[in-house]
DNA sequence: GCGGCTTATAAAAACGTTTTTATAGTCTTT
DNA sequence: AAAGACTATAAAAACGTTTTTATAAGCCGC
């Protein structure tokens, strides 16, 4: 007996559901529904055994509960890695959507863990191997397509899900959103009411089902004026501050060209104000630029730009939260939410005024 | 037996060994062997055995494999989320860096877990419970301390990590790093040689051991000059738009203030070209800036700065390769490297005429 | 031609859970 | 007072691997 217990310090192994068994008298499955809060078991003999739990400190084991369950406990995230590529700036903060989620995991039993896509192809590929291998429980994603290929098939696979973002070619499907149409609008109207009439839409790839509702805010801004929207100003491409600065400079060499600006965040703002630099033009008395932000830095800009502000982080938890709900069973049209961002006044903090200028000097 | 077998398409089930045994003949035992590629079992076997694999699509259940290895199969990121708090710019591309390891982790069996912490002893707190509770194999952390309890706790149980930083107190252990010390050096070397004598350096909190090497690279740059170091003119703060925009007032309103400054990230820089403007300065006419760059974004200040610049991503991916060879059970020692950032010059392009005139305009 | 050695594979145990099935004991019901 | 229902717990099986131990066959030296 003493010859086969080690005589030094044992090698103090994790704690089982043995352990809690032997330390309680019961068994180990009575430990384990009682650790599960099964109905079948008395409240005093829970209390006796997640007493011996607590002083002993015991943390089930995820694989082996993972191994017999066939749940993974894991939440997947599919983070683009366009993010990271050419190394220019996308003014993504992806760190904080992961913040997010992983807030609003904290305290359940799932893990959060990443998975790099190149696009919404690849992701569809990745979800797959997901799905296939059980290596989550859930899927969130964000970037979303407007006939998006994850979204058809996690939706054909009954697999849960959140998307960043809408996607009407998919019948209910859980998502959370920002109004993108109504930000574009707002933005346009301000512009408009400020006297432009030449506006130019910033916009990203088409393909994107948000830039399709930047684009109907737009127009829609200009038909409740009774104007004509200025589709030829629409500028489309990536995220980047050097995206911002060419439409800058392309836009401004057409016949007619825009007064006003609508940007999509703040990294095109950041390229596009280097681009007025460049041909001298100021965005206080020159043009009006009016800018969307999730990063807190137009105010940093010069000018400080008027922007929506949305902090991302917060989306983020939604998704969290939504796919919680999701994995646990709720129906996903149930489980839809659309962020209002804050309008944040600046620059062109005179805009009626200074678009008086601008109509005076196009008739001129 | 057509009674027992399901009338419509199988459930397909994921193939497991034992599937691969019943269609090769082998014992469950002789697949495993043969997939581990074990030397007790003939190449002709796991010839056959590997082709039954790929023909059906097998993939080991990592859940099962971890349970009776006791591996994780788990890289873990600590990530910090103060990234995320008051929405404040921070210019930490974290999702790079995540992308960088992911990219590294591509093809091996390790999957990528963030875990949020709140600061480094947080970060220790949760070290300790990916060690106890075995979530990971391995784990990679930035933010390094001068005294880092991650570091001395992860050192102290022999457990794999590669820190984004080196730490002196502990002897040894896996990093990758940026030249700090030489950045700063450099920058304020150039500053110095373009005449200027008052300088400042914006760094972040002391207590990251990298803000040692910067200004012990920021001192050593003024005695090599022969002149004795602006130790008044350094400003220690978060990394965020709002501390450079502060530190800008601060610095500006002493006696003899400050005409070059050292900025540690592109998000300080930001804020105090914003400050400069609140104070009708120029960073062309009236100061030097030179900022560190990792998102590629100082090119679309006004005006465009010098930079350093280093592709965090990189940094990234050998994070991930020392991360994997450092679980292989290679010595920490031997995986460390320190990249030097390029030098981007832009503004102040003609430092020494604009220091000449610094000089001139201090003695008159 | 047979004990011992090597070789190729098989059998079985183990990892730590959860869940299904079994087993006593107690309580109803008539 | 005995059959049946219910209750609280125990025993056992299962999840899919890996690893240890066992087994059978072939070969060597003499």
Redesign the interface.
Same mark, same amino acid.
Request: glycine share 6%; proline share 4%; net charge positive.
């Given at each position: 007996m003493t010859a086969k217990t080690a005589h030094r310090s044992a090698p103090a192994r994790?704690p089982t559901v043995k352990t809690l068994a032997e330390m309680t008298g019961y068994s180990i499955a009575t430990v384990s529904k009682a650790l599960n809060d099964s109905p079948v078991v008395t409240d005093e003999t829970k209390a006796r055994i997640r007493a011996a739990a607590e002083s002993v400190g015991y943390?089930a084991?995820p694989?082996?509960a $993972? @191994?017999r369950t066939g749940k993974?406990f894991?939440a997947a995230v599919l983070?683009p890695?366009s %993010?990271?590529e050419g =190394?220019?700036?996308h003014g993504?903060?992806?760190?904080?959507i992961?913040?997010?989620i $992983?807030?609003a995991l904290?305290g359940s039993s799932y893990? #959060? $863990?990443? =998975? #790099?896509i190149r696009d919404a192809e690849d992701g569809r590929n990745v979800a797959e191997r997901i799905v296939?291998? /059980?290596?989550a429980d859930g899927i969130v994603f964000s970037g979303i397509r407007r006939n998006d290929p994850r979204v058809a098939y996690l939706s054909s696979m009954d697999f849960p899900f959140v998307a960043m973002g809408h996607c009407d070619t998919a019948s209910g499907h859980a998502y959370v959103d920002i109004d993108s149409g109504w930000v574009a609008g707002d933005a346009t109207r301000r512009l408009i009411s400020g006297g432009h009439r030449r506006i130019a839409l910033i916009n990203p790839d088409p393909d994107f089902a948000y830039a399709q509702d930047r684009i109907a805010g737009f127009r829609a801004a200009f038909a409740q004026a009774g104007l004509a929207p200025c589709d030829d100003l629409i500028a489309e491409g990536d995220l980047t501050?050097r995206f911002g600065?060419e439409s800058l400079h392309r836009l401004r060499a057409v016949t007619d060209p825009p007064t006003g600006f609508v940007c999509v965040n703040e990294?095109t703002t @950041? /390229?596009l @104000?280097?681009g007025l630099?460049d041909l001298g033009l100021s965005a206080e008395a020159d043009v009006s630029v009016i800018s969307y932000d999730d #990063?807190? %830095?137009s105010?940093?800009?010069?000018p +400080?730009l008027t922007t929506y502000f949305q +902090?991302v982080?917060e989306l983020g938890r939604c998704l969290g939260e939504f796919l919680l709900r999701r994995m646990a069973g709720e129906a996903p049209g149930d489980l839809v939410r659309v962020f209002r961002p804050r309008l944040i006044p600046r620059q062109p903090d005179r805009l009626a005024d200074a678009g008086q200028t601008h109509q005076q000097r196009r008739k001129a």
């Open positions: 994790r943390a084991n694989r082996a $993972s @191994l993974s894991q983070m890695i %993010v990271a =190394h220019e700036w993504v903060e992806y760190a904080e992961l913040s997010g $992983s807030r904290e893990q #959060l $863990s990443v =998975h #790099l296939r291998r /059980g290596l501050a600065r990294a @950041l /390229g @104000l280097a630099r #990063l807190n %830095v105010e940093y800009f010069a +400080p +902090p982080e």
